[in-house]
């Protein structure tokens, strides 16, 4: 083509001389005639053809050509090929074809040599596990595409045999590769269970086949770390086939492993409470009964720890609170029959735990009549205090209506005064910790006897059969056995140990709420508190269960749960007779909902017929009648279903609303050892009514039941440390430190005027925090943070909020000094003397999927998955040592994965998770959140935290700068002199 224009153009050029002209013409009309010979010439120059195609040419022009050196355009012309240009050009475009495929077969084919498998050595075990194959499995499946797009195409005929077994070698690889990752996460999650002694001793079958898995595991992994080449370690001998054969044994060892979990919780059934790895580490001790100890909080409510002997008998059992009861006969785990089978002695726990209790409240009850009742609440475990103390009243009240009616009953008034008086007296007395807990809780119960014997007498009592009588919760001795009646519902005292632990005010919501989850006892229902956050339906569940010594398993439901993790709670409750009460009931899908209809419907039905065993999901399980299935709801929150019709009907409902919180401070503060419990009570609830009428409306603002709860306890601590300061004094500092926190700068004059008007002319006096701000100070300079007032002061604040909860939240926009409150506050802790050392964990819980902050199960293999967050909590709460645990969730709040922390913020302090596994955290852990702010948080959440409001304009810019500045570098440093002018 250049050299036709060149001429083109020479001809034009040349125009008037006739001989270059003449030549540049001649040229012209030569590369024209050449021209019409380049499409043959392209073609026969194609690169892709083969002696095929030079044979099929031949055949079909009639001429034999070869590529050698007598193939010119001069032989092609003689042989008149150009008359079957259509034919060499046809033949040379499928032979093009052909040749892109051989080439992109080819490049595949070296696509691999950059690629190797990263084997890392898996802890102390020797051996190796594969890390990182995203990119493997992406270039495999680009390649088995286009393998794929290959083998429909018509031009593929020749090659078919290299394509097919590509497409084999490929399709062979990902299988591979699929069934080694498997086989990878089923061996890793066996190994350490197969790696105890005992768990092999117990399971040999399982034990064996797992042993040859990992023998061949071994083997391969040895292999691939020498030359991790993909393509070498693909081209291993019966890989594909090792593995196969690898993950049916791993499903068997799997399914005896499940069946054996079975069994353990068939004997023990609240083994059923348990995640299967919490019950593995539980049996994987069967040595040591020693080492089971810390498990047994999962099993028992409130036993923390025993006493062991040099033989291991086991005499006595501890609560959290460090109560300790001496057991009736001692639990021998190192006997024959109990030797090595952790359900058996822990069975023989749990008699002896009742048996113990039973004598112990008899014996209490001969004793409460001949010892002084000052000195019985403080010789006697706190419990069977309180029960005996029920069953005298019941004895007495029901005396005094039988013999004088009303008239009698003012005898009666007149001495629960007296005693009531007597036990006040002794909590604003030097008491031991344990003994405070009892009469903190006597006090709440002896307020509540003098009450209702008050309402007796106003009207008219003279049977015991009246109603106004047979409503309330009354405890009698029939045939050797305490037995617990409120109306016409009757229910055996448990006698599960429940530790000594303080209890709810008794109000007349809370009275109704009894009557109404025991009447459905008696009908053979469950029970459905229902009403807005902070009405106390899960406490008041709690409570019930505490006063007929009942365990009471509280879960927190999440749309995470499916209809085989509440299978498993129910044959557990079923099997043992516990209570269990499913908070947040209406987050459960409503597909799920429905099956647990019918599982509930089938334990209820068991119950009516008085049999004791049925067969429940493929199971047959034992069945206690005492069991009882309770359900809270907040209703009408983001993430929430109606019930259906037929889960209804399984429940009798009950609507909580407000409590009565001026009775229920009055009654705490009482117990707490003030006098003048009715006058502060009420200006503590005043003082939120009136914040909540006058102050600006925010989102983290929250003036209701745990609001005024949080002032009591400050107020409860603050009357331990000062008891001979003023009362109205130490109340209205509660007061301030509690709310002073949250409150946007606006609203800190109103409520100083509130509180004024309430606490007329006092003055709170500085609390003395030297040592502490001291710590604060020198962090600050650690950290390279400017000291200011305000830093300090919202420092202080946050160590008040972490004093009285422990759960919070420190809200505020980007740049408001969150973290930097934080981080100076805990290191100025870890700094001052006296002070606790501070561990923070910090995450972001939004930068991952729920299932990876809270665990998952598995869609295709139900095994359960290790969330993050869950980690990091468990981590925490199994830290034996006083140091204090924060775990910060640094990030926005939603109304989905904060949902499910509901029964951590409260008073349970449990992290539930779908696997059934409930973490319980220690008093030294505080879980504090920080978001920019709490549009889309649920009431139910912000009720349930402490808040610490933090302002942008707190931050001054100057700070920054000299905080820039203390990292100038020295040759830098004539530039600070102009700042500091």
């Given amino acids: 083509n250049r050299f036709w224009k060149l001429c083109y153009k020479l001809e034009k050029t040349f125009d008037g001389r006739e001989g270059p002209q003449k030549a540049a013409g001649e040229m012209k009309a030569k590369l024209d005639d050449f021209k019409k010979h380049l499409p043959l010439i392209t073609a026969l120059r194609t690169p892709g053809l083969r002696d095929r195609h030079w044979e099929q040419l031949s055949q079909e022009i009639q001429t034999d050509l070869r590529p050698d050196k007598s193939l010119t355009l001069t032989y092609l012309l003689e042989m008149k090929v150009d008359e079957h240009e259509g034919i060499v050009t046809q033949i040379a475009e499928v032979a093009a074809k052909e040749f892109s495929f051989e080439r992109a077969l080819e490049k595949m084919k070296t696509e691999w040599d950059g690629y190797a498998f990263e084997c890392l050595a898996y802890r102390d075990s020797g051996t190796f596990v594969l890390k990182g194959v995203d990119e493997v499995t992406i270039l495999l499946d680009d390649q088995i595409v286009k393998v794929q797009a290959m083998r429909g195409s018509p031009f593929v005929k020749p090659l078919e045999k290299q394509v097919l077994e590509w497409n084999s070698f490929l399709v062979t690889m990902q299988e591979t590769l699929d069934e080694w990752l498997k086989c990878q996460k089923t061996w890793l999650y066996l190994e350490p269970i197969f790696s105890s002694p005992d768990i092999m001793r117990q ?207 003012k005898g009666v008034e007149k001495k629960l005064q007296s005693d009531l008086d007597d036990i006040v007296m002794l909590v604003r007395g030097d008491l031991p910790a344990i003994a405070r807990l009892t009469l903190g809780a006597m006090v709440v119960i002896d307020v509540h006897d003098r009450d209702i014997v008050t309402e007796l007498i106003k009207e008219g009592i003279s049977d015991i059969n009246e109603f106004e009588w047979s409503a309330q919760l009354r405890y009698y001795e029939e045939n050797d056995v305490i037995i617990v009646r409120q109306v016409n519902a009757a229910i055996d005292y448990g006698y599960e140990y429940i530790g000594n632990s303080p209890r709810l005010v008794i109000t007349p919501l809370t009275d109704r709420c009894y009557r109404t989850l025991m009447g459905a006892m008696h009908l053979y229902l469950g029970g459905a508190p229902q009403g807005p956050a902070g009405t106390g339906k899960t406490e008041t569940t709690k409570d019930l269960s505490k006063a007929v010594a009942k365990q009471c398993v509280v879960f927190n439901c999440s749309d995470g749960l499916d209809y085989l993790a509440m299978a498993k709670f129910f044959k557990g409750l ?62 009408g929150y983001a993430g929430r279903s109606e019930l259906p019709d037929n889960l209804k009907a399984l429940f ?39 914040s909540s009428e006058q102050l600006s409306s925010q989102d983290h603002y929250d003036f209701g039941m745990r609001a005024v709860k949080s002032i009591l306890t400050a107020a409860g601590q603050l009357k331990r440390v000062m008891p001979d300061e003023p009362e109205d004094l130490l109340c209205l500092r509660a007061i301030n430190d509690v709310n002073l926190p949250k409150f946007v700068e606006a609203d800190l004059p109103l409520f100083s005027g509130i509180t004024s008007d309430l606490f007329l002319g006092m003055k709170v006096p500085e609390p003395d925090h030297s040592v502490l701000l001291g710590g604060i100070k020198q962090a600050a300079d650690e950290m390279n943070i400017e000291a200011t007032d305000t830093l300090m002061r919202k420092s202080i604040q946050l160590y008040d909020t972490v004093s009285v909860r422990h759960g919070l939240m420190v809200v505020g926009l980007t740049m408001s000094m969150k973290t930097a409150c934080i981080n100076v506050l805990s290191r100025g802790m870890t700094l001052a003397d006296g002070f606790p050392t501070v561990k923070l964990t910090t995450m972001n819980p939004k930068s991952i999927s729920y299932g990876q902050l809270y665990g998952m199960f598995d869609p295709s293999t139900r095994e359960w998955v290790e969330g993050i967050g869950a980690y990091f909590v468990r981590y925490a709460a199994n830290d034996q040592s006083d140091d ?77 700068v000299w905080s820039w500045m203390n990292n100038v570098p020295e040759h830098a440093e004539r530039i600070k002199d102009p700042l500091n002018k």
């Fill in 884 to 960: 204090k645990n924060w775990v910060i969730f640094d990030g926005p709040v939603d109304a989905i994965w904060i949902e499910s922390m509901n029964t951590v913020l409260d008073d349970n302090k449990k992290l539930c998770l779908t696997s059934g596994e409930i973490i319980k955290l220690s008093n030294n852990m505080t879980m504090i959140f920080e978001p920019e702010d709490l549009s889309v948080a649920s009431p139910a959440t912000v009720s349930r935290c402490g808040m610490v409001f933090m302002e942008p304009q707190m931050l001054e810019w100057t700070s920054l």
């Fill in 574 to 635: 079923a099997s043992c007779g516990a209570w269990a009460c499913f908070d947040e009931f209406n987050r459960i899908e409503l597909e799920v909902l429905s099956v647990v209809a019918q599982q509930i419907l089938a334990i209820q039905q068991g119950i009516k017929q008085k049999i004791k065993r049925f067969v429940f999901e493929g199971s047959e399980i034992a069945l206690d009648p005492s069991c009882a299935i309770f359900i809270t709801m907040n209703p």
């Fill in 203 to 409: 399971m040999p079958t399982e034990g064996r086949r797992f042993s040859a898995v990992d023998k061949m595991w071994r083997t391969t992994m040895a292999t691939a770390a020498e030359d991790s080449r993909v393509l070498a370690v693909m081209r291993q001998e019966k890989l594909l086939d090792n593995f196969i054969e690898a993950n049916k044994l791993l499903d068997l060892v799997q399914k005896g492993l499940n069946d054996y979990l079975e069994t353990k919780r068939s004997a023990f059934p609240r083994f059923y409470f348990l995640s299967n790895d919490e019950l593995l580490d539980i049996l994987a001790e069967t040595k040591d009964p020693k080492r089971v100890v810390p498990h047994l909080p999962k099993c028992f409510e409130a036993i923390t720890d025993v006493d062991f002997q040099s033989n291991l008998d086991i005499t006595s059992m501890i609560s959290g609170e460090k109560e300790k009861v001496e057991l009736a006969e001692p639990v021998r785990p190192d006997s024959d029959a109990n030797r090595g089978s952790v359900e058996k002695w822990l069975i023989d726990m749990e008699r002896v735990m009742r048996s113990s209790l039973t004598k112990i409240t008899y014996d209490a009850i001969r004793a409460y009549a001949k010892t002084k009742r000052t000195e019985f609440v403080i010789d006697w475990p706190g419990q069977v205090v309180l029960a005996v103390d029920c069953f005298d009243w019941t004895a007495m009240v029901e005396q005094a209506i039988s013999e004088g009616g009303a008239r009698a009953l």
């Fill in 652 to 690: 009798r409902p009950c609507a909580m609303m407000i409590p009565n919180y001026a009775m229920i401070a009055e009654i705490v503060l009482y117990s707490f050892g003030y006098t003048d419990a009715r006058n502060l009570a009420r200006k503590v609830v005043y003082s939120l009514r009136l």
